[in-house]
């Protein structure tokens, strides 16, 4: 397929694998992530080897539906539902680090192109828990609407946060998976 024809989203996407400006940032993130998330015991179990699969899907559904579950609320559920709503944006917060977690040791052993997105992927999710932190906030101080406003912002940033994951794990087939799966 000639370039013209591919989608926009695709065109960026392939600009950003392509993007060797990340390349500073990545080479001064590798060591140390690889240290803190990706080698040893630590690194094996974030990667879900104890279970055959990648564990950062299954938590990003954790975060991502919280987040989602908070946002039907907001929208349909009336003042009553506010409680609620916070405690589901509250509950993707606190799965919001381990679900990192997971990801940056997935990120430790993948490749320049895969590493570069995978930047932009942690970067827009840190600014998406960013904007849902400050969505709790709000609402601890009763000031629910500021929330939903807050979490209408992260929803949209996490949306691009979500794109660049699915590229990672379906285009560019990142995630640790047991051998015995290669052989079927």
Not at 13 to 38: C, K, N, Q, S
Not at 135 to 154: I, P, Q, T
């Amino acid at each position: 397929m000639s370039t013209h024809h591919r989608p926009a989203l695709v065109r960026a996407t392939l600009a950003l694998e392509d993007a060797t400006a990340l390349d500073g940032a990545v080479g001064a993130l590798r060591p140390h992530v690889t240290r803190l998330f990706g080698s040893g015991v630590r690194g094996r179990v974030l990667r879900g080897d104890q279970v055959g699969h990648a564990l950062h899907p299954v938590l990003t559904n954790l975060v991502l539906g919280s987040w989602t579950s908070a946002g039907v609320l907001d929208v349909v559920g009336g003042a009553g539902a506010a409680g609620s709503a916070q405690r589901l944006v509250a509950t993707g917060l606190l799965f919001a680090g381990p679900t990192a977690w997971t990801g940056w040791a997935e990120w430790s052993g993948t490749g320049q192109r895969e590493q570069r997105v995978g930047l932009v992927h942690a970067a827009t999710n840190g600014a998406s828990i960013g904007l849902y932190a400050a969505s709790y906030l709000a609402r601890r101080r009763g000031d629910h609407r500021a929330g939903r406003a807050w979490a209408l912002a992260g929803a949209t940033v996490s949306s691009v946060g979500a794109y660049l994951g699915g590229h990672l794990s379906l285009a560019k087939k990142v995630g640790s998976h047991h051998p015995a799966y290669d052989a079927t």
